[in-house]
T-cell receptor, first 113, second 113 residues
Framework: DTAVSQTPKYLVTQMGNDKSIKCEQN?????MYWYKQDSKKFLKIMFS???????INETVPNRFSPKSPDKAHLNLHINSLELGDSAVYFC????????????FGDGTRLSIL | QQPVQSPQAVILREGEDAVINCSSS?????VHWYRQKHGEAPVFLMI???GGEQKGHEKISASFNEKKQQSSLYLTASQLSYSGTYFC??????????????WGLGTSLAVNP
């Protein structure tokens, strides 16, 4: 049973396109996150939702829009993709947003041509 | 403010020990440690909450000096499976509910036979 699953695993697309990444967790957690990890391995928090409410909204271009239809799902939509968006995007979840371990999905490797 | 991890990289022979440090300029609520193997997702190792607390996980343990705002991860009798990038994540002591992890840049650990 996969605890945090992301789809797709790989995404290769052209500049200017719009794409979505989906994330689902079956751990019963109430908090979910989106991270971006660039080629230098830096893990940058983008967004976090707790019980479907946006609680962390970092300085991210407004081309990125998260959506949490319920506690178990957190999707990320990206408009007008740019070369700099190429990275690995990780979804994670935790029970609560403080002092709790985060469980990561396998990541979505986004490559912009 | 991003925590500083040291060293940036370390190479060990199987069976050797290593220490990875994580220092913050801010007062901390907790320190988290994760390991990420190449091409995989970060995996939670442990959380340290109180000053001087030490925790263990297999042959990996950690300490947290609250006063110095520092944590150290100890890897003893290293195994090949310990290879990867180790990240610390710090939760600063701030008012309000929206604590978030601030991640270090990682320490790359390679264990050779």
């Amino acid at each position: 049973d996969t605890a945090v699953s992301q789809t797709p695993k790989y995404l290769v697309t052209q500049m200017g396109n719009d794409k979505s990444i989906k994330c689902e967790q079956n751990l019963g957690h109430d908090t979910m996150y989106w991270y971006k990890q660039d080629s230098k391995k830096f893990l940058k928090i983008m967004f976090s939702y707790n019980n479907k409410e946006l609680i962390i909204n970092e300085t991210v271009p407004n081309r990125f829009s998260p959506k949490s239809p319920d506690k178990a799902h957190l999707n990320l939509h990206i408009n007008s993709l740019e070369l700099g968006d190429s990275a690995v995007y990780f979804c994670a979840s935790s029970q609560g947003y403080s002092n709790q371990p985060q469980h990561f999905g396998d990541g979505t490797r986004l490559s912009i041509l | 403010q991003q925590p500083v991890q040291s060293p940036q990289a370390v190479i060990l022979r199987e069976g050797e020990d290593a220490v990875i440090n994580c220092s913050s300029s801010k007062a901390l609520y907790s320190v988290h440690w994760y390991r990420q193997k190449h091409g995989e997702a970060p995996v939670f190792l442990m959380i340290l909450l109180k000053g001087g607390e030490q925790k263990g996980h297999e042959k990996i343990s950690a300490s947290f000096n609250e006063k110095k705002q520092q944590s150290s991860l100890y890897l003893t009798a290293s195994q090949l499976s310990y290879s990867g990038t180790y990240f610390c994540g710090t939760e600063p002591l701030i008012a309000g509910n929206n604590r978030k992890l601030i991640w270090g840049l990682g320490t790359s650990l390679a264990v050779n036979p």
